[in-house]
């Protein structure tokens, strides 16, 4: 076990358990570090003086936020300079943000310093020019340094990086076909994918449900993680400096409140089944997309799309997203160990076979949707990324088949 894993296992058994003695209220439990960044379940948000505020219950999200963002900080980040004032690979990268085969996440987090989300999602909201109407541009990027400093960058999947690749997708979705949106949609789908995984503690549902963690019992089990992201934002959002939707009229905040939270609740997977027959019926009443006054399923479903989409992008960044959540699955696998609970058969390091878990993926549920998404996405877009997703799906073939006679370890891909 790495130093850094083992730190991490510790600081999340620390919010765990204390709150199962009758002196420790579970609220209390859980304390939000501001510095040096935490690997527990709390929300965390570095901030860039030397010292830092001491802690502070999670139950106080206006004084969380009110001293996260240094403007300095933004300077060499802020979409309003003119062209070429980027890190001209950063630039490079960016331009390619509408591109399916060709956005790299990975390059865009290297070359902003670790600042991908921030860096995609003000891009896009540049392009959108949701920045020329109602929302201000200082109050986005502070909400969005505040959310990227929220996510767990010790988490190997669940971690602004792919939240930034979810994003840039999502939006990829929307304007691959016909199907009309107004700004205040596209604008909530932006901030949807944004904070879908947001503070993500890097354990599954089922997890704090059967750990009786303090947010299953919060949320009374129902769609536990999902339910505290976007909730988190709207924490967030809370404060003067940070509320991006403050140029919004109380209908409009309303309208968009309402997407965002549909949409994140939405890529829960126990609700895969239930999101696809909806979205299946609306077509019978509708087949034709473009025509639907309510946009609210279309940017679930988009938005479900795009947080599975991973097999779908060039193999050499889909084969790097599985290993990343494997790594993140395995972790969670030695902390049930640890705690001498059941190993999730996907979790367990003695058993799982990646291939074939990217197998039955692709099989069971991401295909299908993509397939539903045809009639959003059209044509065009819907057999590039299906070509991708058949390169991929032979690689795992290949690999399973090896992993079988033994010559490939069934733990991990290959490139």
């Not at 076909?177 to 995984?197: Q, Y």
């Not at 019992?217 to 809370?238: K, P």
């Amino acid at each position: 076990m790495g130093v850094s894993e083992g730190r991490r296992r510790k600081s999340f058994l620390g919010c765990l358990l204390p709150w199962k003695s009758p002196s420790v209220s579970p609220v209390e439990a859980i304390v939000v570090k501001t510095r040096p960044p935490s690997k527990d379940l709390g929300t965390h948000l570095p901030v860039p003086d030397s010292e830092g505020p001491p802690e502070l219950p999670v139950r106080a999200p206006d004084r969380l936020i009110s001293s996260v963002v240094d403007q300095n900080d933004l300077r060499h980040l802020s979409f309003s300079r003119p062209e070429g004032s980027l890190n001209p690979r950063l630039q490079d990268a960016l331009e390619k943000v509408n591109s399916w085969d060709e956005f790299d996440v990975f390059k865009v987090a290297e070359f902003s310093n670790g600042r991908p989300l921030y860096t995609v999602a003000m891009a896009l909201l540049e392009q959108e020019g949701c920045l020329e109407c109602k929302i201000d541009r200082q109050k986005a990027q502070k909400f969005l340094t505040a959310v990227e400093a929220a996510y767990q960058p010790s988490n190997p999947y669940h971690n602004s990086t792919h939240a930034a690749d979810v994003t840039q997708a999502a939006m990829v979705l929307l304007k691959s076909g016909n199907a009309m949106f107004s700004p205040l949609e596209t604008f909530s789908l932006i901030v949807a994918a944004t904070v879908h995984d947001l503070a993500h503690p890097g354990f599954t549902n089922d997890f704090l449900i059967n750990t009786r963690h303090e947010r299953a019992v919060v949320y009374n089990d129902r769609s536990v993680n999902e339910n505290y992201h976007v909730s988190t934002c709207f924490r967030i959002a809370a404060n003067e400096e940070t509320n991006i939707f403050s140029g919004l009229t109380k209908q409009e905040f309303n309208q968009c409140r309402r997407m965002i939270i549909n949409a994140v609740l939405s890529t829960d997977m126990t609700q895969h089944f239930t999101l696809i027959e909806r979205f299946t019926k609306g077509k019978l009443a509708e087949p034709d997309v473009s025509k639907w006054e309510d946009k609210d399923l279309l940017l679930q479903m988009v938005l479900h799309a795009a947080d599975l989409c991973n097999p779908c992008r060039p193999k050499y960044l889909s084969v790097k997203w599985a290993e990343l959540v494997l790594m993140e699955f395995l972790e969670q696998g030695d902390t049930e160990a640890s705690l001498g609970m059941d190993v999730t058969p996907m979790c367990d390091r003695r058993s799982v076979v990646v291939s074939t878990n990217q197998l039955r993926f692709i099989q069971w549920f991401l295909r299908p949707t993509m397939e539903e998404c045809r009639t959003v996405t059209g044509d065009a877009f819907f057999e590039a990324a299906m070509r991708s997703l058949e390169e991929t799906e032979r690689h795992w073939q290949e690999h399973e088949k090896l992993a079988l006679e033994g010559k490939a370890n069934p733990h991990a891909g290959f490139w």
